[in-house]
């Protein structure tokens, strides 16, 4: 079975420090991996995707993840935080094997700014 | 342009009554997929439609929730005799068909759900 593991459920940053925050995956095929955020009263919406093609991934808004496939891991990172970045962030797995994109979800880690 | 739409956005029931969840996806897409999410967790997959059939009903809990698509564009999810546990917020997501490579899921507002 596919799952994923949020390390932290809560993580404190100030504007302009750097932001991380892990996650770990758990997969008998090689899977597609997410981040998703979700604002206060809005819907999910798509960070950045990992689907087997450069480990180094690329999003919206500043942030990136590195697939690092022999310690299990998918963190999220950003250089500089602004306070915008306050939101529940949720690592996601999807494997590749449904025949449909089945998501499945971490329990997230809530990012709070730090004044 | 319009994304997904939920209705209602919140619905308030009483233990024992049904009720009827409704989902507009994006238009022209032919994937939906139904989630519900507990407070403080992650949501959990309860089942995919492509057009109008239902391809996976694995994530339903039990048989008093249900979920048609039947001309494969609005979804409705229904919960029979509700019960104090199925309070949660329940999503709705569209994308376009599978493929070699991921479609976005595009996740509606949500529809939160409290049985009394």
């Known amino acids: 079975a596919q799952s994923v593991t949020q390390l932290d459920s809560h993580v404190s940053v100030s504007e302009g420090t750097p932001v991380l925050l892990r996650c770990n995956y758990s997969s008998s095929y090689s899977p597609s991996l997410f981040w998703y955020v979700q604002h206060p009263n809005k819907g999910l919406q798509l960070l950045l995707k990992?689907?087997?093609?450069?480990?180094l991934v690329k999003g919206i808004n500043g942030f990136e993840a590195e697939f690092k496939k022999s310690e299990t891991s998918f963190h999220l990172t950003k250089p500089s935080a602004h306070m915008s970045d306050a939101a529940e962030y949720f690592c996601?797995?999807?494997?590749?094997?449904?025949?449909?994109?089945?998501?499945?979800f971490g329990t997230g880690t809530r990012l709070l700014g730090r004044p | 342009g319009a994304g997904v739409s939920q209705s209602p956005r919140y619905k308030v029931t009483k233990r024992g009554q049904d009720v009827a969840l409704r989902c507009d996806p994006i238009?022209?897409?032919?994937?939906l997929y139904w989630y519900r999410q507990a407070l403080g967790q992650g949501p959990e997959f309860l089942t995919y439609f492509n057009y109008e059939a239902q391809q996976d009903k694995s994530g339903l809990p039990n048989d008093r929730f249900s979920a048609e698509r039947p001309e494969g564009s609005i979804s409705t999810l229904t919960i029979q005799r509700t019960e104090q546990r199925d309070s949660a917020m329940y999503r709705c997501?569209?994308?376009?068909?599978?493929?070699?490579?991921?479609?976005?899921?595009?996740f509606g507002p949500g529809t939160r759900l409290t049985v009394l």
């Open positions: 996601v797995v999807s494997p590749l094997n449904t025949g449909f994109q089945k998501l499945v």
């Open positions: 990992y689907t087997s093609a450069a480990t």
């Open positions: 997501a569209s994308s376009l068909p599978p493929s070699g490579t991921y479609n976005e899921q595009f």
């Open positions: 238009s022209g897409h032919v994937s």
